[in-house]
């Protein structure tokens, strides 16, 4: 049964970081890729990051370019979610997702194609 779950969010004021992790269960890990969404109340989903695991390829939003770094540990099958700089515009639940198709080792997109989801991890940004 394929399991995505997050953790590490939590409330921090502006200026700060955090590490989100995200650990994947029964499925070949290092395969498909693994991507994280955020989504800001009243605003659509949106895909941040994305990474490869059996390459460690990796794509940002433009929108986090800088601030955000995706990372992976294989032995311990968790992506992670680095966020540096926090704003209050970064106030959202972020959710690690995988699509179910095998990915090529470069590229992990198009977003609309992650449907397997974890449960979501809340980060609160003050100001």
């Known amino acids: 049964q394929v399991q995505l779950v997050e953790s590490g969010g939590g409330s921090v004021q502006a200026g700060g970081s955090l590490r989100l992790s995200c650990a994947v269960f029964?499925?070949?890990?290092?395969?498909?890729?693994v991507g994280w969404f955020r989504q800001a109340p009243g605003k659509e989903r949106e895909g941040v990051a994305n990474?490869?695991?059996?390459?460690?390829?990796?794509y940002y939003a433009d929108s986090v370019k800088g601030r955000f770094t995706i990372s992976q540990d294989s032995a311990k099958k968790t992506v992670y979610l680095q966020i540096d700089r926090l704003t209050p515009e970064d106030t959202a639940m972020y959710y690690c997702?995988?699509?179910?198709?095998?990915?090529?080792?470069?590229?992990?997109?198009?977003?609309?194609?992650?449907?397997?989801w974890g449960q979501g991890t809340q980060v609160t940004v003050s100001s």
């Open positions: 997702a995988a699509p179910r198709w095998v990915g090529n080792g470069r590229l992990c997109l198009p977003w609309n194609e992650y449907n397997d």
């Open positions: 029964g499925y070949n890990y290092s395969i498909r890729c």
């Open positions: 990474i490869y695991p059996g390459t460690g390829s990796t």
